[in-house]
């Protein structure tokens, strides 16, 4: 049974998460655990500094916001370095990483398939920045609305700033690991 064409479209907002999909000896170091390990202990510095549970909103955060701000411009400049990184003449992005063996569908990886699959996904990851709070309060008030679950809202307040951190901290791991691609091209 074929799947209709409204849910086979879907499938392309999510091609920014190609990223997540290349496997390699390193590479979901840079997909998953820095990010995780500083997600972790970015959030465990967050309750250290709390007195208690509940006071740990996103939506009070003056640092939430001033990232999903900046969330504008990144996609700006990200959707920039993707540009050029499709459209670079150079010979040299074509040719494999050297000793790192990425590979997407049993396919090795070139340079800018591997540039190309980063900034589409510190652009997906920059989108989802710029409006973490009406997410998150939609699921607020959901909560809110279980009058049993009411009592439990601390634990996604801490979820949901987890999560924050988690996608904040990937992106600037990303764009880290974008940027060593970019400067080892330009020593070769």
Known sequence: MKAPRAFANLTLLTSGLTFLTLVGKDIRYFQWWYPLALAVALTAKR??????NTSATLVSSSFVSDVSSAGFVLIGFFLAALS????????ALDDTIQGAGVFHRAEIVTRR???AAL?????LLSAFLI??????DLFQILLNSISYL?????????AQYFGFMFISCSLV????????YLVNYFSD
């Open 84 to 91: 050029a990184v499709v459209a670079f003449p150079g010979r």
């Open 113 to 115: 398939k591997m540039l």
């Open 47 to 52: 309750a250290l500094e709390t007195t208690n």
């Open 173 to 180: 791991v990303s764009s880290l690991l974008g940027l060593h």
């Open 150 to 158: 009411t009592s439990y809202v601390w634990v996604l307040d801490w």
């Open 131 to 136: 409006s973490p709070n009406g997410v998150f």
């Open 119 to 123: 900034f589409g996904y510190c652009i």
